[in-house]
């Protein structure tokens, strides 16, 4: 049986100019939970403002709606200009939800922006 991908939106693509707490994403419908590989991509269009930055971590949790840690090694470098595109890390969690958390900064920011995470859906 060979397995396919799932994409999770973590962060809708809409412009923001202030930082964005993504809702968290439950990973138990699509994969087990436990050491989970994930690949998480920001997609950032044409950035506009006064030295803008924009900092992404991804955040884990045991329940939806509390108790949010950042992953280790789940921090984006930050993004300060157009032309970023699309850039992706890789990161593991032992937790069932996750969300993104994009912290904006700057005078006048805007970031066109949306942040996926791709996961192993389960074998049925």
């Given amino acids: 049986t060979v397995q396919s991908f799932k994409v999770l939106t973590l962060v809708a693509?809409?412009?923001?100019?202030a930082t964005v707490t993504g809702t968290g994403v439950?990973?138990?419908p699509y994969i087990n939970?436990?050491?989970i590989n994930l690949k998480i991509v920001a997609d950032v269009g044409t950035v506009t403002g006064t030295t803008p930055?924009?900092?992404?971590?991804?955040e884990e949790s045991d329940s939806s709606?509390?108790?949010?840690?950042?992953?280790?090694?789940?921090?984006?470098?930050?993004?300060?200009?157009?032309g970023t595109g699309a850039v992706e890390i890789h990161c593991?969690?032992?937790k069932r939800y996750i969300r993104a958390v994009g912290t904006i900064a700057g005078t006048t920011?805007?970031?066109p922006l949306s942040i996926w995470a791709l996961?192993?859906?389960?074998?049925?």
């Avoid at 693509?13 to 100019?17: A, G, I, K, L, V």
């Avoid at 930055?53 to 991804?58: A, G, H, K, N, R």
């Avoid at 992953?71 to 930050?78: C, E, K, L, R, S």
């Fill in 26 to 28: 439950d990973l138990s």
């Fill in 119 to 124: 996961v192993l859906e389960r074998y049925t």
């Fill in 53 to 58: 930055t924009l900092d992404i971590t991804v």
């Fill in 33 to 35: 939970t436990s050491n």
């Fill in 13 to 17: 693509p809409s412009t923001r100019t």
């Fill in 92 to 94: 593991k969690t032992n």
């Fill in 109 to 111: 920011p805007s970031f």
């Fill in 65 to 82: 709606g509390s108790g949010y840690t950042a992953i280790t090694g789940a921090a984006f470098t930050q993004i300060t200009a157009t």
